[in-house]
Structures are given as structure tokens and as C-alpha cells.
């Protein structure tokens, strides 16, 4: 388990050692009062993948910005204890205690959420999947907007090839959830039905409520 949390662990003592020798580079011993507050943190940690203040510049990676709070922790517990299997995740979540995971979705709950800058795919493709998730029924659990409530996750924005991946671990079940509801509806579209859903809701707005 220490295997594989070395990755996030090392990013952090190369960025922690940086700072330091600019410091010593500049002639100044001690970190800013700043700085002193706000290095180390795990949201530091988090930002590695997900970005500064929960919003991924990279597609594969989920925002974690206006994600609902009930839904960050529920999935944070699941990454401990196995029930949601990711080599990273897993062993970084099993080192939060409750208060720390309520911590941390209150924090990335409170971030706005910012549109997605990338292209997702040609207008067809936004068209097909626009329809299929309507067919689908997406909105009733995860809102009008695709924006998230409760415990059920923010789509509207989210990078297109973590949506699709997950939309594929559904459907062929490494990723499950209580209700069933997800498999069921993830396998009954072919890979390319599922690219269209990604594609369509990593186009949508999510400041758009």
C-alpha cells in the first residue's frame, strides 16, 4: 500500500523542496505567513489529478469543483473500503479519518464549477448524445442541468474521457453502485452511445442551473 501512495507523496516533497531552495536562493529562511498556512495540505494532494481547487485541466480526471458534498464523501468511503477499486484513490482515502472527509466535500462543494475547455466532439455526435440521455432519464437523479444533487454526481462539464470511462465501467461492472440503475442503463448502449453521452454532457455549462 506505501507502493503506491510514493507517487503523490514524492510530487509533494519535490514541490515542498522547491519552494524551499527559492527561498534559500532569495536569501529568506522562513516560509511566508501564507504559505507557512497553506503548504502542506490535502488539498494539495488532490490538486496532483484534480486540479487547483478541484477544477482538472485534464479530461481523464473528474472535476471535483460543485461536486454535492454527500456524494464526495460517500465515494471517498467507497474508495476505502474497496466497494470503488482505484489503485491511487484507495490507498490515499484510506488515510482520511470521517472529519477530514467531511472536510474535504465541504470544501470542493463550495468551489463553482467552470465550463469545460475543451471541444468535446462534432455537432452530430452532441445531438445523439443529448438524446440518449434525455431517453435515459439522467436528469432525474442527477438534475435538470446534469448540475448533481445530493447524493448523485455533477455530469454537466465534466471531462469527456472520465465520463466515458465510467460510463464503460458500468456497463461491463468493475464500477458499481447500490441501485443497479447505472449498469442497466450503461449496457444497454454500444461504446459508441456511451462516447456520444460523455461527449454531449462534458459540453454543457455547468454554471448553467
Not at 47 to 58: I, L, R, T, Y
Not at 70 to 89: D, H, K, V
Not at 133 to 153: N, V
Not at 169 to 178: H, I, L, Q
Amino acid at each position: 500500500m506505501r507502493r503506491l501512495v510514493l507517487p503523490a507523496l514524492a510530487a509533494l516533497a519535490l514541490a515542498t523542496g522547491a519552494m524551499a531552495q527559492g527561498r534559500l536562493q532569495t536569501g529568506q529562511t522562513t516560509p511566508p505567513a501564507g504559505e507557512q498556512l497553506a503548504w502542506p495540505s490535502k488539498v494539495d494532494s488532490c490538486a496532483f489529478c484534480h486540479g487547483d481547487k478541484g477544477q482538472s485541466v485534464n479530461p481523464r480526471y473528474p472535476n471535483l469543483a460543485a461536486l454535492p458534498a454527500a456524494y464526495i464523501e460517500t465515494q471517498l468511503r467507497a474508495f476505502a473500503s474497496g466497494a470503488r477499486r482505484n489503485p491511487n484513490m484507495g490507498p490515499l482515502a484510506l488515510q482520511l479519518g470521517e472529519p477530514e472527509i467531511a472536510e474535504l466535500a465541504a470544501y470542493y462543494a463550495q468551489q463553482p464549477a467552470r465550463p469545460n475547455p475543451y471541444a468535446p466532439g462534432p455537432k452530430a455526435m452532441l445531438t445523439q448524445g443529448r438524446k440518449l440521455a434525455q431517453a435515459g432519464g439522467c436528469a432525474a437523479c442527477h438534475g435538470e442541468a446534469y448540475t448533481g444533487m445530493q447524493a448523485f454526481p455533477r455530469l454537466a462539464g465534466q471531462g469527456v474521457d472520465y465520463l466515458a470511462s465510467q460510463l464503460d465501467a458500468f456497463a461491463d461492472g468493475t464500477r458499481t453502485e447500490p441501485s443497479g440503475m447505472m449498469k442497466m442503463l450503461a449496457s444497454a448502449r454500444t461504446p459508441a452511445e456511451r462516447q456520444a453521452i460523455a461527449a454531449y454532457l462534458a459540453s454543457l455549462d455547468p454554471a448553467h442551473r
